[in-house]
């Protein structure tokens, strides 16, 4: 096989691996594959006061990254349909664990909130992660 059709049949297996927001082959120039992953279950809103809400995404990686781009967006569940809640928080962290946290107010009455993630790396090639959902709370503030 030509070195050419190496290249290309290497391209489309990390683009696809990309795709689906798993480990990536780095180029030569960075030595090593890197792997990133959410840390799921966790991130689950609380009450921080009795008219704020908190929460947090979590990405693991096996080594640091050169870029990387690191959102967690607070949501509410309301009128049949998740929305952003405050205008969320990016992190530029390349640490191997990066840890993000939001927070907003709490809408009068009681809804459900769930912390929305999302992450883009880059070590060599750039990739995406799924979007991730953390669990939900129901929270209630009183006028």
Same mark, same amino acid.
Do not use: E
């Given at each position: 096989?030509?070195? @050419?059709?190496?290249?290309?049949?290497?391209?489309?297996?990390?683009?696809?691996?990309? =795709?689906?927001?798993?480990? $990536?082959?780095? =180029?030569?120039?960075?030595?090593?594959?890197?792997?990133?992953?959410?840390?799921? #279950?966790?991130?689950?809103?609380?009450?921080?006061?009795?008219?704020?809400?908190?929460?947090?995404?979590?990405?693991?990686?096996?080594?640091? @990254?050169?870029?990387?781009? $690191?959102?967690?967006?607070?949501?509410?569940?309301?009128?049949?349909?998740?929305?952003?809640?405050?205008?969320?928080?990016?992190?530029?962290?390349?640490?191997? $664990?990066?840890?993000?946290?939001?927070?907003?107010?709490?809408?009068? #009455? #009681?809804?459900? !909130?769930?912390?929305? #993630?999302?992450?883009?790396?880059?070590?060599?090639?750039?990739?995406? @992660?799924? =979007?991730?959902?953390?669990?939900?709370? !129901?929270?209630?503030?009183?006028?």
């Amino acid at each position: 096989m030509t070195k @050419l059709k190496k290249a290309v049949a290497a391209a489309t297996v990390t683009g696809a691996l990309a =795709t689906l927001g798993v480990a $990536t082959t780095a =180029t030569p120039a960075s030595a090593h594959p890197i792997t990133c992953s959410w840390n799921k #279950g966790w991130g689950t809103p609380w009450s921080v006061t009795s008219t704020a809400v908190k929460g947090f995404v979590q990405v693991k990686c096996s080594d640091r @990254l050169d870029d990387a781009n $690191t959102r967690a967006q607070l949501q509410i569940y309301r009128d049949g349909a998740w929305r952003n809640q405050g205008t969320g928080v990016t992190s530029y962290s390349t640490a191997k $664990t990066i840890h993000v946290n939001d927070s907003a107010p709490k809408r009068i #009455g #009681g809804y459900h !909130y769930r912390t929305q #993630g999302t992450h883009f790396g880059q070590h060599g090639n750039v990739w995406a @992660l799924p =979007t991730y959902y953390s669990p939900s709370r !129901y929270l209630v503030r009183n006028g």
